[in-house]
């Protein structure tokens, strides 16, 4: 028994103490500095002033480009928290040894002057920092100890189950007929020992005469149109892919990835595609917006020095060459599309039409762009019309029908909407 | 049912209803060409082509799609968004030609001109040249940099060599074109001070008459300022102030004021006109009089007699001459004392001297004509530039700069110059091509165009206004203004000079704003400033007896001779832009002729030498004037005065470029400038010989007829509009059921149901004067292409929008007697045609493919994509307004030459990317301008208001001087068009009750229901006549 007990107690132990690291690990002890205010209020203003200029370095619970920075009225009293974050950089002229030491752990990037900030706005900010979305802690762990892992798309068995299922089922399946095989040989022998009627002997003896099925009219009639058949189908598929570049995945001339920026920083897209709620077309970031963190930021996963790929910046800036992106997403010139319209006004997702981007280390075409695929969408789609004054009138007139105001009930399928 | 009794024409050819003529205009194509149906059907080595072309095809669409290259900007500029139209407010200006503009520009690339409606000149309308000129920013033929003799070199080389020559020239002279620029003219000073030179200034079309009769009469330098608006009468002597005469932009915004009419304001100014060419003036006026140039400095000096006698006063002593209408106006004109304008396109001072007597006889002055607040359009001085050529041929003159013009080419003397120019010391032009000018001087620093150089313009007292660059020099040229300063050694550039020169004069003028940074912003973003002020002190008024006697010698009551009266056409203009395929292929607003100047006859001349000309078919004439001859077609043009001929300035070019050289005959080189001043009229020893060459004239008058359906011009005269506001209109009706009643009653169709917008254009047919910028406008909007004048010959223009001029006579003609009769001054009607944009469209039904659908906003959308060729549409199209695309006109070296827009790397720049560039075998039309209608609905989105009106506008409403054509939302109920056609109800439907009398549809009949209402023309005569 003694050596049950020993045998059990191991995983007991150990997982107490897994139990007591991850405790740890998620509450960190600290206590927040009670002028704090946990006010849902307070943190609701916060989030919007900390995801309006704060984001774009720091998050709450992970080390980004700035620190992690629950906990920052814990380790710095409000007064410090107010000088660093109004104007951090004349407040490590005046010497201050913390804040001095914090801009040296993060390789003297500087930390734009915030001197707009009044003091409830700082407070609030403060507010949201300690108390604001707070996130499963094994979660964020876990998001933060990934890289570049695929992110599982969730309920349902994963698809390297199902094709294991499968193998299994053809195994079994494979089986039966061999067991069934034998059946019919050892019945087949033990029926040819005894002794039978001609019209049994006959059905036992009988063979399977194949060419005479390959001969036969109804045969070839049924091979032949199924075979015309497949050729006009592949053909006629085939031609429908003309153009069509779905996956499209060209080299770029710098290995930008979407992944790292758009994912884990979680750069907001219209923070460098400036134009997608305002014209046509989204923009490609133009280098002087790449500069804007690039100035700092040189290297990636706390590397020294220049990387490669972040130098091509520079040498863009420098030598005043634009860079030549490879174009993914291209619409033939005889379709008009608006990336206003569908963005600012539609409320669509970017996701929507160019899928998970945050998860694309090299960016490929998500949908295939055909205009089958645009107006299966406009069929679907509702028009976001609330608290827009310009679609009243044709809610009004829809209001009696039960459906919802799709994009096709207001034109949305007309010709002269895209071809112009 | 026919209550009109007027016959409508729109050519000599229709009138008559000749066979050839006939039998064409029943197609709505015109048989192939024969180069490619001369041979007897396809050969087998068209065979193998096509099959090598369908494999090709095929290869080809199985291939990937290219690699296709995104780059942005290094250093995003903070104002330019990709997709985004910027507009800035300019200026343009071509000498003396004048409109304030607002340029927009897409990607840093200026594509189109619309006119600012914050001047008070031009109050928003342009002309066709206007919207051409961006065109000419992106001309192959402009010059990339400084030349010395013909060879390329640096601006410092270039600088240093010339400073030099200049010094030691000796006598230079500095020749331009009027200088609107007040800073320009200073720092032309400024150059002529330190090398003592002296600036001669002319004009092409000349009004140094005008000038000198204000000097004389009233001792002001400078143009009177003009106010149409002001004048119940106008009567006017040749002069051609819609077109072409001084600031037609301006005089058409002012003319449509007086003659818009409603039930509220049933009332119209009355015009007279008396000419010698049909101008486009003429074409508008309501008494039109056909008289030979001899005659006029008579009929003015018996205009005056008549008023002087109605006044009292003294007349003076002149050859009776027998005019018609002559009395009728001065009894008009009398009766209207102080609300009366009369004008004069003479360039005689003398003749100009009585028009002034004859409004200070009348108490015009200081309200339909301002002498005290001049405009200064025109300054050239025909005596000193005279005096110029003598002095350069008499080798008087050690230096010449030509500052931007042209004198070789547009000056009559031109000639002389070119040989005169071998004789100075240095000779210098700044000029931006290679033209007849510039190819001749040792020395070319070509100037920037006006989009790309900073520039301020004083066109009237008081009244300034500034252009600014719309983008980066394109070449290594350098703004004329900064070579003089730099020549002066001035030690500053133009934009600096151009500022201070604003802080010290006009900064002062206001007080409203303290900071000269803010009011320079503040200018430049209005693009306008007016000082109210200023005026002139009008002294005064002189004796005019001896110009009255002057006047009574040089004119006669009756001359056997042949006259010649040179025009300017309102495309060419003066010529200066010859080598813009856009005006070269704009139809005449009269002849509809493109590609070509002719020497217009009229119908009598031409039965007199046995001319008959149709569709364009003509013989050539040799024209002598003196010593000189030309050889140029002949057009037979109604209203053209028995014993006169006309021939268009602004065509003969030599050294325009590769559009414009070698088009039509160059007129300058006819006129006389020995009587001081620069004649447009030659009324002695003028042979016209008929010559048995033939010629082809490219018009688009005598294609897209309506095959005599009737009612298409509908027109009644003031009187009966006043009793009865639906005079004139024709209200079809059909047999249904026992009953007469209304075609929109009876209907095959559903009808169409708008919910949201119901877009519209209403159209004034009393407003529309015919100027053609429409036309232009819509050109440059849409990307349609220009296609060249043998595929104008072939019927195949691409115009989405075109204007309908229709002649008309009381009675149709069979004999040649009723023929002469009939054009010898027809009446005229402009009517703006483009697609109906039809609630039951015939083209939508026949489409196989249904390329042509219906919008449920009411436009009838055309999808070029979807489009095979079949041509049914425009086969069943009332209206004749759908274009097919025979060749492809882009990209294509046999159209390189004319359509440049769609050709060359340079060219392109102009299009517009929100418009497709159409490819060979489909249909094209209006598309009411859809990309402005849905770039307008998506701001209105995003802002999440509902669409106001005015804030979309095609681009042929936006560009009309004379606001004839209204566009907007017929479901609005606050909208103007709405209320122009007075719908009342509020409804969806596409058929909507329109209270207007005056609107009607082209063709009602049919009941096609479309989306362009016109407005009946009605014309202040005292009775229907023609």
Same mark, same amino acid.
């Given at each position: ?21 991850? =405790? ?10 009670? #002028? ?32 992690? =920075? ?25 010497? #201050? ?15 734009? &002057? ?97 060419? $005479? ?141 160019? /899928? ?65 | ?39 007897? /059907?396809? !050969? ?151 090398? /003592? ?82 101008? =486009? ?49 001065? $009894? ?77 080419? #547009? ?123 200023? !005026? ?6 002189? #004796? ?61 001349? &031409? ?31 109604? /209203? ?29 080189? =006819? ?253 094209? $039309? ?101």
């Amino acid at each position: 028994m003694t050596i049950k007990r020993s045998l059990l107690s191991v995983p007991l132990r150990l997982s107490t103490l897994l139990l007591v690291f991850l =405790l740890s690990m998620s509450t960190q002890v600290y206590a927040v500095n009670p #002028d704090v205010s946990d006010s849902e209020e307070a943190i609701a203003a916060g989030k919007s002033i900390f995801n309006a200029n704060c984001r774009t370095c720091h998050r709450l619970d992970q080390k980004n480009i700035g620190p992690a =920075l629950r906990g920052v009225t814990d380790r710095h009293s409000i007064e410090w928290n107010k000088k660093f974050i109004r104007n951090s950089q004349a407040f490590i002229a005046t010497g #201050d040894a913390e804040a001095v030491a914090i801009y040296n752990e993060f390789n003297q990037l500087a930390m734009p &002057a915030h001197e707009f900030l009044s003091d409830d706005d700082v407070m609030n900010l403060l507010s949201y920092i300690e108390y604001g979305d707070k996130a499963d802690p094994a979660a964020a762990a876990a998001a933060g100890g990934v890289e570049g892992g695929q992110v599982g798309t969730g309920g349902g068995i994963p698809s390297e189950y199902l094709t294991i299922i499968l193998a299994v089922l053809v195994i079994v399946l494979l089986l039966i007929l061999v067991v069934l095989g034998l059946i019919i040989s050892i019945l087949t022998k033990y029926l040819s020992s005894q002794k039978l009627d001609e019209v049994d002997e006959e059905f036992v003896n009988q063979k399977f005469d194949f060419k $005479k099925i390959l001969r036969s009219d109804a045969f070839i009639i049924i091979m032949t149109t199924l075979v015309i058949a497949f050729v006009a189908k592949s053909g006629i598929d085939q031609l429908y892919t003309i153009g069509v570049q779905q996956g499209y995945a060209p080299a770029q001339p710098i290995a930008f990835s979407h992944q790292l920026h758009a994912g884990q920083y979680e750069v907001a897209c219209q923070y460098c595609h400036t134009g997608v709620e305002i014209g046509k077309s989204a923009n490609i970031p133009s280098a002087n917006i790449c500069m804007n963190c690039h100035a700092h930021i040189q290297n990636v996963g706390g590397k020294e020095g220049i990387s490669t790929e972040i130098q091509k910046i520079y040498n863009a800036v420098d030598n005043n060459q634009p860079i030549e992106w490879v174009r993914i997403h291209n619409l033939p010139d005889l379709a008009y599309f608006n990336h206003a319209q569908h963005v600012a006004v539609g409320g669509l997702e970017c996701q929507t039409c160019h /899928g998970p981007i945050e998860e694309m280390e090299v960016v490929y075409q998500h949908s295939s762009l055909t205009m089958g695929w645009c107006i299966d969408c406009h069929r679907q789609t509702d028009i976001k019309s609330q608290g827009n004054e310009y679609y009243d009138k044709l809610v009004q007139l829809h209001s009696e029908s039960k459906n919802a105001l799709k994009v096709k009930d207001i034109g949305g399928l007309e010709c002269a909407k895209c071809h112009y | 049912m026919k209550e009109n009794k007027k016959t409508y024409w729109k050519g000599l050819e229709e009138l008559t209803n000749d066979p050839e003529f006939v039998k064409n205009a029943d197609r709505e194509f015109p048989e192939m060409p024969s180069s490619l149906n001369g041979e007897e /059907g396809p !050969s087998r080595r068209d065979f193998l082509k096509l099959m090598g072309f369908s494999l090709a095809a095929a290869s080809l669409a199985a291939c990937e799609a290219p690699v296709r290259k995104a780059i942005p900007y290094v250093n995003k500029p903070v104002d330019i968004n990709p997709s985004i139209p910027n507009y800035y407010a300019s200026t343009f200006s071509s000498g003396g030609d004048y409109a304030s503009v607002v340029v927009k520009t897409r990607e840093g690339r200026p594509i189109k001109i619309d006119g600012n409606e914050l001047s008070p000149i031009n109050k928003g309308g342009v002309s066709a040249i206007v919207e051409a000129s961006v065109l000419t920013l992106y001309d192959r033929e402009r010059l990339t940099g400084p030349h010395i003799n013909g060879e390329k070199v640096e601006w410092s080389a270039f600088d240093a060599d010339l400073k030099s020559k200049l010094a030691s020239a000796g006598s230079i002279r500095v020749v331009s074109n009027t200088i609107l620029s007040p800073s320009t003219q200073q720092a032309l000073d400024q150059f002529s001070e330190i090398f /003592g030179a002296e600036i001669v200034t002319y004009d092409p079309m000349s009004n140094f008459g005008i000038i000198s009769a204000a000097k004389t009469t009233y001792g002001v330098d400078g143009l009177p300022s003009y106010n149409f608006d002001k004048a119940s009468v106008i009567v006017s002597f040749a002069a051609d102030f819609l077109g072409t005469w001084i600031s037609p932009i301006e005089f058409a915004k002012q003319y449509s004021k007086g003659r818009k009419i409603s039930k509220e304001k049933p009332v119209m100014s009355r015009h007279f006109q008396f000419e010698s060419t049909l101008s =486009l003036t003429g074409a508008n006026a309501d008494y039109r009089t056909p008289i030979k140039p001899s005659q006029s400095g008579l009929a003015v000096l018996s205009l005056y007699n008549a008023l002087a006698k109605l006044a009292g006063g003294p007349t003076v002593s002149a050859a009776a001459v027998e005019i018609e209408n002559l009395d009728r106006a001065a $009894k008009e004109l009398w009766a209207n004392r102080g609300k009366s304008l009369v004008v004069s396109g003479s360039n005689d001072p003398n003749v100009q001297i009585v028009i002034n007597a004859i409004n200070d006889l009348l108490q015009n002055n200081g309200t339909t004509v301002d002498f005290s607040k001049p405009s200064y359009f025109r300054k050239g001085d025909d005596t000193r530039m005279n005096q110029f050529v003598s002095d350069l041929n008499g080798g008087r003159v050690g230096g010449v700069i030509f500052y931007n013009c042209n004198p070789v080419y #547009d000056f009559p003397r031109g000639a002389e110059i070119a040989e005169g120019l071998s004789k100075v010391k240095v000779s210098v032009a700044t000029n931006g091509t290679k033209d007849e000018t510039a190819s001749l001087v040792q020395y070319i620093a070509p100037d920037h165009h006006y989009l790309e150089s900073w520039n301020d313009f004083n066109p009237k007292t008081g009244e300034y206004s500034l252009s600014q660059p719309v983008i980066s020099p394109l070449f290594d040229t350098r703004q004329a203004q900064d070579s003089f300063l730099a020549w002066a050694d001035a030690g500053t550039n133009y934009y600096d000079f151009l500022q201070g020169n604003w802080e010290s004069n006009f900064f002062a003028t206001q007080s409203e704003i303290t900071n000269f940074q803010e009011f320079w912003d503040r200018s430049l973003f209005n693009g306008v400033y007016s000082v109210s002020s200023e !005026s002139s002190a009008v002294t005064g008024f002189a #004796d005019i007896s001896s110009a009255a006697s002057a006047v009574a010698k040089t004119y006669k009551a009756s001359n056997d001779q042949i006259e010649l009266s040179v025009y300017a056409k309102v495309g060419i203009g003066n010529g200066t832009f010859a080598n813009n395929p856009w005006l070269q292929e704009m139809s005449d607003p009269i002849s509809k002729a493109t590609w070509d100047n002719y020497l217009t006859v009229s119908q009598k001349w &031409a039965h007199e030498n046995e001319l008959k000309m149709s569709e364009g078919a003509t013989r050539k004439a040799k024209v002598t004037v003196g010593n000189k001859s030309i050889v140029v077609p002949i057009m037979v043009q109604p /209203g053209q005065a028995y014993g006169t001929v006309g021939l268009a300035l602004g065509y003969g070019r030599t050294n325009a470029g590769r559009v414009g050289n070698g088009v039509g005959v160059n007129a300058y080189e =006819l006129l006389d400038s020995s009587k001081g001043f620069v004649d447009f009229n030659l009324t002695e020893n003028i042979g016209v010989e008929l010559l048995s060459d033939t010629y082809k004239i490219a018009q688009t008058q005598t294609h897209e007829t309506y095959m005599g359906r009737e009612f298409v011009i509908q027109e009644a005269t003031l009187g009966e509009y006043q009793k009865n506001a639906s005079a004139g209109r024709h209200h079809p009706e059909v047999y249904f059921e026992g009953e007469f009643v209304k075609p929109s009653k009876i209907s095959l169709w559903k009808g169409h149901q708008y919910s949201q917008h119901h877009w519209g254009l209403a159209i004034d047919m009393n407003s529309c004067i015919g100027c053609g910028a429409c036309t232009v406008a819509c050109q440059v909007e849409n990307n349609v292409a220009v296609v060249g004048k043998q595929e104008v010959l072939n019927r195949r223009e691409m115009a989405w929008i075109r204007i309908d001029r229709y002649y008309s006579s009381p009675e149709g003609a069979s004999s040649n007697k009723e023929l002469e009769v009939a054009a010898e001054n027809p009446e005229v009607t402009f009517q703006p045609m483009m697609c109906q944009h039809c609630n039951n469209a015939p083209c939508e039904t026949v489409c196989p493919v249904a390329a042509t659908t219906h919008s449920s906003e009411g436009l009838n959308q055309m999808t070029y994509n979807r489009c095979i060729g079949t041509r049914y549409c425009a086969n069943n199209c009332p209206y004749k307004v759908r274009r097919f695309n025979w060749f492809k006109y882009h990209d294509n070296k046999d159209f390189a030459a004319v359509n440049v827009a769609q050709n060359d790397d340079m060219g392109k720049m102009v299009l517009n990317p929100d418009v497709t560039v159409r490819a060979r075998g489909v249909i094209e $039309k209006c598309s009411m301008c859809v990309q402005r209608i849905q770039s307008g609905k998506l701001t209105a989105k995003r802002e999440g208001r509902k669409v106001q009106d005015g804030e979309i506008n095609t681009a042929c409403a936006a560009a009309c001087p004379t606001d004839a054509i209204v566009f907007g939302d017929m479901n609005d109920t606050s909208s103007k068009i709405t209320k122009m056609l007075k719908i009342q109800e509020e409804t969806i439907s596409a058929l909507k009750e329109v209270n207007e009398e005056r609107a009607y549809h082209v063709i009602e009949y049919l009941n096609v229901s479309p989306n362009v209402w016109y407005f009946t023309k009605i014309r202040n005569k005292d009775k229907s006549e023609a």
